[in-house]
């Protein structure tokens, strides 16, 4: 922990500890170089945002190279959803995406939506983009067979897994969609953290070993749970997913 930027380790002290204990740590510590060349000297920063830009160009999320200086949310439900939207949209995007959510990036004017990423960012393994994708298809499309399928992309179901334990992992992750399924959905960080350790404890006992992409994903979740309980609204969800998945495929 102590090797990691500052920006970063002020994110990672949201998540649970036990997390890391699953974390395959010499593929993180080969990515540590990366991620200061990205803090530091902001490689790959504008190209990413030009890329974000043109995804989100036809959404009202306008992205701002400045920072906020007066960061204000005046809908907060609108504005909601439209981070939910922003989180979905960049899962679809292969160029990498801006991890950092949290609500001081953000300043909303009437319905639309001013965002400075920070220099946080990253790129999933096509693989592991993948594997969440179909995660969150089975989930909303209730398709066991695709669920699955994209947690075992996601590298967390061993071959040796018995049904019961596969059923156990599945369960484990869908607590973090709460119910996302039939009904609006609260956003509580407390939720999400008790989620991540009931999960991580299994990891541990089940001698599951994840990818550095996990604990990246950890982070976006963290970060988007910090801005929604901060704003205290419900959502729905399930809709925002199928709206944004009917617009990138």
Request: hydrophobic share 40%; aromatic share 12%.
């Amino acid at each position: 922990m102590r090797f990691l930027p500052g920006i970063l380790k002020e994110l990672t002290r949201h998540v649970p500890t036990v997390l890391f204990n699953s974390v395959d740590w010499s593929e993180l510590a080969s990515e540590l170089p990366q991620i200061s060349k990205r803090m530091l000297q902001k490689e790959g920063y504008e190209k990413l945002w030009d890329h974000q830009k043109n995804l989100l160009s036809s959404l009202p999320i306008k992205l701002s190279l400045e920072k906020i200086k007066s960061p204000k949310v005046t809908h907060k439900k609108i504005a909601g959803n439209l981070v939910l939207t922003l989180y979905f949209s960049q899962l679809f995007s292969d160029e990498g995406l801006f991890l950092d959510l949290r609500s001081h990036h953000f300043h909303q004017e009437g319905e639309e939506l001013l965002w400075h990423p920070s220099l946080l960012w990253t790129k999933f393994d096509n693989h592991f983009r993948q594997g969440l994708l179909k995660v969150y298809e089975g989930f909303y499309l209730e398709e066991d067979e695709i669920y699955f399928e994209g947690l075992e992309e996601l590298g967390l179901i061993k071959k040796s897994f018995t049904l019961s334990e596969k059923k156990e992992l599945g369960d484990l992750f869908r607590g973090h969609f709460g119910s996302a399924l039939d009904k609006e959905m609260s956003f509580q960080l407390s939720h999400l953290q008790a989620s991540m350790i009931k999960m991580s404890d299994f990891f541990l006992t089940k001698k599951v070993q994840v990818s550095k992409d996990f604990l990246y994903l950890g982070i976006y979740l963290v970060t988007l749970y910090s801005t929604l309980h901060e704003w205290g609204e419900e959502h729905m969800v399930k809709k925002i997913y199928l709206d944004v998945r009917a617009k990138f495929l």
